[in-house]
T-cell receptor
Framework: AQKVTQAQTEISVVEKEDVTLDCVYETRDTTYYLFWYKQPPSGELVFLIRRNSFDEQNEISGRYSWNFQKSTSSFNFTITASQVVDSAVYFC??????????FGKGTTLSVSS | DAMVIQNPRYQVTQFGKPVTLSCSQTLNHNVMYWYQQKSSQAPKLLFH???????NEADTPDNFQSRRPNTSFCFLDIRSPGLGDAAMYLC?????????????FGPGTRLTVT
């Protein structure tokens, strides 16, 4: 069973628009960790954020913000005032205790000027 | 400064011809990982080393092997590449295997099999 679902395969926005990338996860564990990674065209995966299951506080880092809601098993990522440099594939990932990262299929974000 | 280095960035090999991909790290991390990422798919863990302890994922084909001669280097050997092995191969490192241990990824090696 797929444990991390990123239903949006591709999103296209124009610069300065806000965009939200959705992530829904599935786990039976009470302790788990959620991640977001960015993969620009250069290929490397860049760590953006890690959240543990006991911390539902939303987080803001510059133009990036994350909304973690256990009630809906979602960990959504919003980019405010998007820029061309935000164009990349974004992966949501889940890690249960003692397991490897389980990635979603990714959302390709294209930001045009 | 590059922390996880992968060489080469692009590799072309022939069907059935053994190929080795390399990864090095300057972070002195205990754990090194190899992921396979096929086009438009999520990265998939092949195996990892915790120091010298090798941990293979259950569904990793026998065609894939790995070596870690020292802390800094880790190699991925594909003994007989098939067309289906064409992919981006990502190396990553972390201090430990705990969930709080962030993985640092290299830029990847894109493998083409002709």
């Amino acid at each position: 069973a797929q444990k991390v679902t990123q239903a949006q395969t591709e999103i296209s926005v124009v610069e300065k628009e806000d965009v939200t990338l959705d992530c829904v996860y599935e786990t039976r564990d009470t302790t788990y960790y959620l991640f977001w990674y960015k993969q620009p065209p250069s290929g490397e995966l860049v760590f953006l954020i890690r959240r543990n299951s006991f911390d539902e506080q939303n987080e803001i880092s510059g133009r990036y913000s994350w909304n973690f809601q256990k009630s809906t098993s979602s960990f959504n990522f919003t980019i405010t005032a998007s820029q061309v440099v935000d164009s990349a594939v974004y992966f949501c990932a889940l890690s249960e205790i003692g397991t490897a990262l389980i990635f979603g299929k990714g959302t390709t974000l294209s930001v045009s000027s | 400064d590059a922390m996880v280095i992968q060489n080469p960035r692009y590799q072309v090999t022939q069907f059935g011809k053994p190929v080795t991909l390399s990864c090095s790290q300057t972070l002195n991390h205990n754990v090194m990982y190899w992921y396979q990422q096929k086009s438009s798919q999520a990265p998939k863990l092949l195996f990892h080393y915790y120091d010298k302890d090798f941990n293979n994922e259950a569904d990793t084909p026998d065609n894939f092997q790995s070596r870690r001669p020292n802390t800094s280097f880790c190699f991925l050997d594909i003994r007989s590449p098939g067309l289906g092995d064409a992919a981006m191969y990502l190396c990553a490192t972390s201090r430990g295997t705990g969930n709080l241990d962030e993985q640092y990824f290299g830029p990847g090696t894109r493998l083409t099999v002709t």
